[in-house]
């Protein structure tokens, strides 16, 4: 069974500060997407890594993956509280055809 | 543009009776997924489907059932709720590298 760990569970933290999700598996993926969800509303896409080693940037958001393709980091530049909620990694093997989720990453930016 | 949508967004039923909660989408995609998310477990797969008369139970299927006879549908039937199954509910469809596009969910309550 695939599973994707990722930490931390929960993030605190003040406006201006960095930050670092980090999604690791023991299985290898094709591809990972990160995702992030606000309240009330279902997970949006943000990005998709699908090259050891690739690394993608989305304006104050960096996403990296891992070389072996197992593992996955979000890197937030200068959070902001508009960057609050709950952001879930997820890998996908080739076609598609499901879609492991890890349990996410609640984050709060405070002003 | 293409979108996926449910319906209802809220439903409040009893104990025992029977409710379908509908997904549309026009992704022209042929895989589609059904969660549920809760506190404290992320999301959970109850079904999914890899195209047209295609279905499979997902790691939490018990007391729950779809049909595929088209594309674009894939709803959900409880087929007699309980109130374990109130939760909010989001349906998805993938892309072939495994990006799933969700609707905006439904929130259950089973009294």
Redesign the interface.
Not at chain 2, 94 to 105: L, T, V
């Given at each position: 069974t695939q599973l994707l760990e990722q930490s931390p569970q929960f993030l605190s933290i003040q406006e201006g500060e960095n930050l670092t999700v980090y999604c690791n598996s023991s299985s290898v993926f094709s591809s990972l997407q990160w995702y992030r969800q606000e309240p009330g509303e279902g997970p949006v896409l943000l990005v998709t890594v699908v090259t050891g080693g690739e690394v993608k940037k989305l304006k104050r958001l960096t996403f990296q993956f891992g070389d072996a393709r197992k593992d996955s980091s979000l890197h937030i530049t200068a959070a902001q509280p508009g960057d609050t909620g709950l952001y879930l990694c997820a890998g996908a093997n080739t076609g598609g055809f499901k879609t492991i989720f890890g349990a996410g990453t609640r984050l709060f930016v405070k002003a | 543009d293409a979108e996926i949508t449910q319906s209802p967004r809220h439903k409040i039923t009893e104990t025992g009776r029977q409710v379908t909660l509908a997904c549309h989408q026009t992704w022209n995609h042929n895989?589609m997924?059904w969660y549920r998310q809760d506190l404290g477990?992320?999301?959970r797969?109850i079904h999914?489907s890899?195209g047209v008369q295609d279905t499979n139970k997902g790691e939490v299927s018990d007391g729950y059932s779809v049909s595929r006879s088209n594309t674009e549908d894939l709803p959900l039937t409880l087929e007699s709720a309980a109130s374990s199954q109130t939760s909010v509910y989001?349906c998805?469809s993938?892309?072939?590298?495994?990006?799933?596009?969700?609707?905006?969910?439904t929130r259950l309550t089973v009294l």
């Open positions: - | 895989n997924f477990h992320g999301l797969l999914y890899y989001f998805a993938n892309s072939d590298r495994g990006e799933q596009f969700f609707g905006p969910g």
